[in-house]
Nanobody, 124 residues
Framework: QLQLAESGGGLVQPGGSLRLSCVAS????????IGWFRQAPGKEREGVSC???????RYGVSVRGRFNISRDNAENTVYLQMNSLKPEDTATYFC??????????????????WGQGTPVTVSS
């Protein structure tokens, strides 16, 4: 059974950067699509980025040009590099995994495997 664990969150000033990691255990990531989504208090879940098993990438409109997703199958890890962070990026960030063929088109709306989340606070 695949399990996911996020890390790398923390407090950062506006304009700063963080790199989040999503480490998988219990199975290999090669055949999974991996998505990052975020949840802030009082706000709806928001899709951040998704990378398919073939490394096709999608970004949410609010993070496009600032965030970069990548995967290292040898390390069983997916990364989310977050640059030019804004206060509105403050949220708990989660990674999720799935094998359904078109899952990255709707990933944050249909979750079956996800981690415990890592909090990100962007504040001066």
């Amino acid at each position: 059974q695949l399990q996911l664990a996020e890390s790398g969150g923390g407090l950062v000033q506006p304009g700063g950067s963080l790199r989040l990691s999503c480490v998988a255990s219990g199975d290999t990531l090669n055949s999974y699509h991996i998505g990052w989504f975020r949840q802030a208090p009082g706000k709806e879940r928001e899709g951040v980025s998704c990378i398919t098993s073939d490394s096709i990438i999608r970004y949410g409109v609010s993070v496009r040009g600032r965030f970069n997703i990548s995967r290292d199958n040898a390390e069983n890890t997916v990364y989310l590099q977050m640059n030019s962070l804004k206060p509105e990026d403050t949220a708990t960030y989660f990674c999720a995994a799935d094998r359904r063929p078109t899952w990255c088109e709707y990933y944050y709306r249909s979750l079956e495997i996800w981690g415990q989340g890592t909090p990100v606070t962007v504040s001066s």
